[in-house]
């Protein structure tokens, strides 16, 4: 987050500054924040938040950009299946919980 930013306008802003597709704030839905225990920042005094958005994508014409190399789409049920290979493990009780809420969801 830039100084002064308040989270949904920073998350529209990273989802367009590493795929080149804006997004409108009102679209996002926020999921949740997470107090994440990363070692970069064991001995800061604040430490790390993820706060987790998302919003339904039906055009998939994204291009990488920033500090990301390749964008790929998986099934709910492939990230349920795969998350310890694909995820590292501070984010991946955060995915984890979104990905079964979501496939509880739908039925």
Do not use: W
Request: net charge negative; hydrophobic share 35%; proline share 4%.
């Amino acid at each position: 987050m830039n100084p002064g930013e308040i989270r949904v306008d920073s998350a529209a802003r990273e989802f367009e500054e590493e795929t080149g597709r804006p997004v409108n704030t009102s679209d996002l839905f926020l999921f949740g924040e997470y107090a994440v225990d990363d070692h970069r920042y064991k001995n800061s005094k604040h430490g790390i938040t993820t706060t987790v958005f998302y919003f339904y994508l039906n055009d998939k014409n994204l291009t990488p950009k920033d500090d990301i190399c390749e964008i790929k789409f998986f099934t709910l049920n492939f990230l349920k299946e795969n998350l310890n290979d694909m995820i590292v493990p501070e984010h991946r009780k955060i995915l984890e919980q979104f990905v079964e809420k979501k496939i509880n969801e739908i039925g």
